[in-house]
């Protein structure tokens, strides 16, 4: 092989860290290096089963409204009959203050 090739061949291989895995909360997560920062707030996250390969891709805005967009265009009739049925009414009253509460602040003013 000329070492053009193998020049060519070097630069199509992705860069490959080893990342440190630790527990946030009750979740896992994955330290990701400062090279390979995602300028985003979201992410698609994906395994194949086969492999045990996780896949991140950054999703920026644009992406998560089309998808979610779709996600709605493929409702069924029968899906937003549903979806409609399950809204709640609003409760619009006024809480009431802990009376508990009330006679701590009580002469504080």
Not at 7 to 19: C, F, Q, S, Y
Not at 53 to 79: G, H, N, W
């Amino acid at each position: 092989m000329s070492k053009k090739v193998i020049r060519k061949v070097a630069d199509t291989i992705p860069e490959t860290v080893v990342g440190k895995v630790f527990m946030n909360g009750g979740s896992q997560a994955i330290r990701i290096p400062a090279s390979m920062r995602v300028p985003t707030e979201q992410v698609k996250i994906s395994v194949d089963p086969d492999s045990g390969i996780i896949s991140i891709e950054p999703m920026d805005r644009e992406a998560l409204k089309l998808a979610f967009l779709a996600q709605i265009r493929s409702l069924t009739k029968a899906e937003r009959d549903e979806i409609k049925a399950m809204e709640f009414k609003r409760d619009t009253s006024i809480a009431r203050i802990n009376p508990a509460v009330e006679e701590f602040f009580k002469g504080s003013e």
